[in-house]
């Protein structure tokens, strides 16, 4: 079984629209959660860490669920430049193995 | 302002043959890592490393060595290469504990083994 599990997509939805990813983990110990965005062909780089009470940076909205082991991005307002795969992250408490998902590609369309 | 730097960025290799991939990072980070990246699967660390002298396994070792002789440098050793390990390879550092919990990646490695 995977460690983290993500709907690939792709989700296509128009420009100013609102979209949520979920993903889930499988070990109740992992400590630490994170949304990475990848570019085409290009290095993830981390998006927001997801803290335990919801966290928001400007247009984007973490939110985890500890009971239910899944973790979700809300992206309000798509913008063009949000076009990308976003990679859901998970560590264990020592930080020394990061965890990620395979990716849900977001297409956002004029 | 050069970060995390892996070379080289294409590789064409044939079956059988060894090669070392690169990878410095300049922000003093202790912990080093490289992953790979294939499709539908998403990142899988291969090795890691969290300090000089200090090496270990991630999910995916077999066929990889590294070392870690200094702080700024973790190469990936393919002992001899395999048409699986056709891969994009990513090495990554990141600094200590909690409060690093950045990972900063290079650039990726493109390597097509035939």
């Known amino acids: 079984r995977k460690e983290v599990e993500q709907d690939p997509g792709p989700f296509n939805v128009p420009e100013g629209a609102t979209v949520a990813f979920n993903c889930t983990y499988s070990n109740s110990a992992s400590q630490s959660f994170f949304w990475y965005r990848q570019d085409c062909r290009k290095e993830p780089k981390l998006l927001m860490s997801?803290?335990?009470s919801g966290n928001e940076d400007g247009r984007f909205t973490a939110q985890l669920n500890r009971a239910s082991q899944y973790i979700s991005l809300l992206i309000r307002d798509s913008k063009l430049s949000d076009s990308a795969t976003y990679l859901c992250?998970?560590?264990?408490?020592?930080?020394?193995?990061?965890?990620f998902g395979s990716g849900t590609k977001l297409n956002v369309k004029p | 302002n050069a970060g995390v730097t892996q070379t080289p960025k294409f590789q064409v290799l044939k079956t059988g043959q060894s090669m070392t991939l690169q990878c410095a990072q300049d922000m003093n980070h202790e912990y080093m890592s490289w992953y790979r990246q294939d499709p539908g699967m998403g990142l899988r660390l291969i090795h890691y490393s969290v300090g000089a002298g200090i090496t270990d396994q991630g999910e995916v070792p077999n066929g990889y060595n590294v070392s870690r002789s200094t702080t700024e440098d973790f190469p990936l050793r393919l002992l001899s290469a395999a048409p699986s390990q056709t891969s994009v390879y990513f090495c990554?550092?990141?600094?200590?504990?909690?409060?690093?919990?950045?990972?900063?990646f290079g650039e990726g490695s493109w390597l097509t083994v035939v």
């Open positions: 992250v998970v560590t264990l408490y020592n930080f020394n193995k990061f965890y």
């Open positions: 990554a550092s990141k600094g200590r504990g909690s409060s690093g919990n950045t990972i900063y």
């Open positions: 997801v803290y335990s």
